[in-house]
Every structure is written in C-alpha cells, then in structure tokens.
C-alpha cells in the first residue's frame, strides 16, 4: 500500500492533476516547488497575494507572527497560528492547523490535515485528514546522509533522494512527541501510539505500538 492511489483522496489537494503524474508519492517531492509556482497562476480571486510568490485565500486566519516563506499557498479556512514558520514550497489544503512552533518545508498538505503543537514536517506528503499529535516530527535525512530506501518487508524502493520524509495516508493519527523516520509510509486509517519511533512502511487499518507490536484494527 504505498502507491499514491493506494494512499491518498486525490480530489482533496490541488495538487491532484500533479500526483496522477507519479506512481509513488516520494517521487512527487521534487517537483512541490515547481507546482505551486504553476498553480498560483490558476488561483480564483479568493486567493490574495500577501508577499512575493505566497497567496493565502481570503478565508484563512493567519496570525500576525506567523512566517510564510515563498513559494506557498495556504487553502480556505485554513488556520496559520501564532509562531508557525513555512519555511518555503508549502501547498496547504483546506481547513487545516498549522499550529504554534510548527515548521513546513517542500510538503503537500491535504485538506483537513492538522499539524498544530511543535510539529517539524519536511519533504512529506500528508493525506486528507492526517493528524500529527503534539511534538511529532518527521525526520527527512538519515544520520549517515545516505540516499532514503523505502522499506516493505522484502521490498526495496530506491529513492535517490537524500531527503524524504514522511507519506502519510488518509485518515492517519499520528501519536505525540512520536518520530516518523526518513521515508516512512503510513496507510490509510492507521494510527500510531505516542512516543512511537517508526520507520518503514506500516499498513493501512493498523494500530502501531512499537515496530514489533503492529496489529490491524478489527
């Protein structure tokens, strides 16, 4: 389950005509910067511009203190809160939290996704409705700075990316101060317990308790 229609609700992003592209979600990561640059010049009216190359729909809240690097586009009722710093090539959904002390940098956010308490999210793809509890992070770049493998018991994918980090499906809740490997997939409707440290690809309608202990939900 690691193919992108494998993973994702593709009618919930902007960037669903981009993904249909790819077989594998890592794939779609080094192109992020390239498309929103082409779909900012797609955008209705409701989207404003607020500085060079970040439009930000009029319906989002974003709070005085926040930072919103360039290139980004930040979706309707989407909340940007207070200390939030976008780094840079952020395409944000619909409805989402990026909450106080949260970085993003080179990620597709679904609609509905929620990232909101001291997440660090980095070369990563986020299904519609993936929750990452406080403190979670995804780890983008392997201690030895080798190129990222995904993992599948006994399947190997090559990446050649230095940094990936994580695919989140649809529907994944993803437990506090947990930390989400370099090139971690997670299925659909999987959850993960706190304090949890992952990596690989863990299947769809799981319950993740440790990466010896992962059982499928009944």
Do not use: F
């Given at each position: 389950m690691v193919k992108i229609q494998e993973l994702y609700s593709l009618e919930?992003?902007?960037?669903?005509?981009?993904?249909?592209?790819?077989?594998?979600?890592?794939?779609?990561?080094?192109?992020?910067?390239?498309?929103?640059?082409?779909?900012?010049d797609t955008l209705d009216e409701h989207y404003k511009q607020v500085s060079e190359g970040v439009y930000v729909h009029e319906t989002a809240k974003i709070y005085p203190n926040a930072y919103l690097g360039s290139p980004c586009i930040i979706g309707p009722r989407t909340e940007v809160r207070p200390g939030a710093f976008i780094r840079q090539d952020a395409l944000v959904g619909a409805d989402c939290v990026v909450g106080n002390s949260t970085e993003l940098k080179n990620v597709i956010l679904f609609d509905h996704v929620q990232v909101p308490h001291y997440n660090y999210v980095g070369d990563s793809i986020l299904g519609?409705?993936?929750?990452?509890g406080a403190g979670s992070i995804?780890?983008?770049?392997?201690?030895?700075?080798?190129?990222?493998?995904?993992?599948?018991?006994?399947?190997?994918?090559?990446?050649?990316?230095k940094k990936v980090g994580a695919m989140l499906g649809d529907h994944v809740e993803v437990g506090c101060n947990s930390?989400?490997?370099?090139?971690?997939?997670?299925?659909?409707?999987?959850?993960?317990?706190?304090?949890?440290?992952v990596r690989h690809v863990i299947p769809a309608h799981s319950i993740f308790k440790d990466q010896n202990n992962i059982v499928h939900k009944k």
């Open positions: 919930h992003t902007l960037a669903k005509d981009y993904l249909l592209q790819y077989e594998y979600p890592w794939q779609a990561l080094k192109g992020i910067h390239e498309l929103i640059l082409q779909l900012i519609y409705y993936a929750h990452m995804t780890s983008n770049v392997k201690s030895d700075q080798t190129l990222v493998v995904i993992q599948d018991q006994d399947q190997r994918y090559e990446t050649g990316r930390v989400l490997n370099p090139g971690t997939v997670v299925g659909c409707n999987t959850n993960i317990y706190p304090l949890s440290c």
